[in-house]
Structure formats: C-alpha cells, structure tokens
C-alpha cells in the first residue's frame, strides 16, 4: 500500500494563549536579511491557522493574517499571490507593506481579535520598533552562520530599547535555531550566542531546531503539506510561555 504525501502535523496538548478576547501578535525579526524570516514566519502561520481552537469571542472565524512589512522583497506577499494566481484555497490573509502605520493597524486588527504574524524586513529598524510595540512575542530566526550570529545581539539591543513601551508591559522573546545543516553547526552556534544576554537574562534559545531541507525552499507559492517541525517550534514557544505566566502569577501571590 502507498503511503500518503501528506504528513500530518503532530497533534500534541498545548497550553492556551494569554486569557482575553484580543487578538495575538508574533513579529518575526532579524536586523539581517536570509535568516529565515519569511520561511519561518509563513510555517508558523500555517501551523497557528491549524491550532486555532476559539470557539468563542471577536476572533472565532476571522483568518490568521500575515504583514509583510518588508520593505524591499516582500517574499512572504509573493508567496501568497502566486498561490492565490494558481488558484489555491490559502489559508491566510496576506497584506504587504506600505501601511499607513504599523502600529495603529496592528492595534486595529488586535482589538478585533485577529492572530497576526509580522514578517519585518531586515534593514528597517523602524518598522521592527512599531511591531513591537504591539507585540506579544518576538521570534528570532537564526541561521547558524557565523555572519548570522553577529546580528542576533543588535537584534535583541534593539529590541530592549522599545520593551518598556509595549502595550501590554512587555513581550515574550524567542530565539530559533533554523536551517540548521549538522549536530555541530547547531553546537558552536548556540556556545557564540551564550553570553548574550536581553534585558539581564540569557538569551530564549529555543531546544527545537529547524533542519535545511530542500522542501522548505521548493514550497514557495504553495501551501506546505510537512508541517511537522514548526509544529514542534509553535508548541514550545506556547508551552514557554504557559510556564512563564503560570510563573508570574506565583510571584504576585
């Protein structure tokens, strides 16, 4: 018997997103270009417009929506035309740079309890400050070159600079280990990034890491049918965070 093409996503108990009826916001950044922003920006899209689960509130039947707030390629908006060109039922709302501001409609589309992923482009430090101002977390993709490691650590001094001005008193951040090529690679590149620090603390190095697969690179326009890793990737940032607001609310008593 054939084994089917698609393989199904695992589908393992994950924690609940933060309490409320407001939308999610995840930026993807990198002050680089070719980390892996618009690939890992569009897969966790994917796995989040499978794992919603409202089945109450502003945000029940609306569409995870994606920005592709890069200024120069906008990949992440070409993606989602060509699907669309070809006729594909695609199951994210896709809008590309320029907005009239970042910020305001990012709290626009919170307030009506839209999920939305910002693909931010890796030169333009501006636009990275407005999506985090609204932010719920910052995902940082990393290839693990060693060019690419030099970036993480402005990436995240920029970040700190706005952390005091989000609307909600902060933002989770994460950093991920992508188109990872050996064991060994991964290794070094994690012992470059460890006496970096954000805000006093270790820098969030997630344990999942992202293979260099071929498939990854071939499904631009399409609608990935492997959404296995960044399956593992999503659960880990929810569960993270579970532990760090369960965490919290000890401390307050």
């Not at 393989?7 to 993807?28: C, K």
């Not at 501006?126 to 985090?132: Q, R």
Request: aromatic residues 8%; charged residues 30%.
């Amino acid at each position: 018997m054939a084994k089917p093409d698609v393989t199904v996503p695992r589908q393992q108990p994950v924690p609940d997103g933060p309490e409320g009826d407001d939308g999610d916001v995840t930026v993807m950044g990198c002050l680089k270009g070719g980390s892996t922003k618009t690939t890992t920006t569009n897969y966790l899209a994917f796995v989040r417009s499978q794992r919603r689960k409202r089945k109450t509130g502003k945000g029940k039947n609306l569409p995870v929506k994606v920005l592709d707030a890069d200024t120069v390629s906008q990949t992440t908006h070409s993606w989602y035309k060509e699907a669309k060109d070809d006729g594909i039922d695609y199951p994210l709302d896709v809008e590309r740079y320029p907005f009239e501001d970042l910020g305001d409609y990012l709290a626009e589309l919170r307030a009506d309890g839209y999920d939305v992923f910002v693909d931010i482009g890796g030169g333009n430090v501006a636009l990275f400050h407005k999506a985090l101002r609204q932010a719920d977390r910052l995902v940082v993709p990393l290839s693990p070159s060693g060019f690419d490691v030099k970036r993480v650590e402005p990436t995240f001094q920029e970040a700190a600079t706005v952390f005091e001005e989000n609307v909600r008193g902060g933002f989770e951040t994460h950093l991920l280990l992508s188109r990872k090529i050996s064991d060994k690679q991964a290794r070094e590149a994690r012992e470059k990034v460890a006496p970096l620090r954000f805000r006093g603390e270790p820098l969030p190095l997630l344990d999942t890491e992202v293979e260099e697969l071929i498939e990854y690179t071939r499904v631009l326009g399409k609608v990935p049918t492997n959404l296995d890793e960044y399956t593992v990737v999503w659960d880990e940032i929810m569960r993270r965070e579970a532990d760090r607001r369960a965490a919290l609310k000890v401390a307050a008593g």
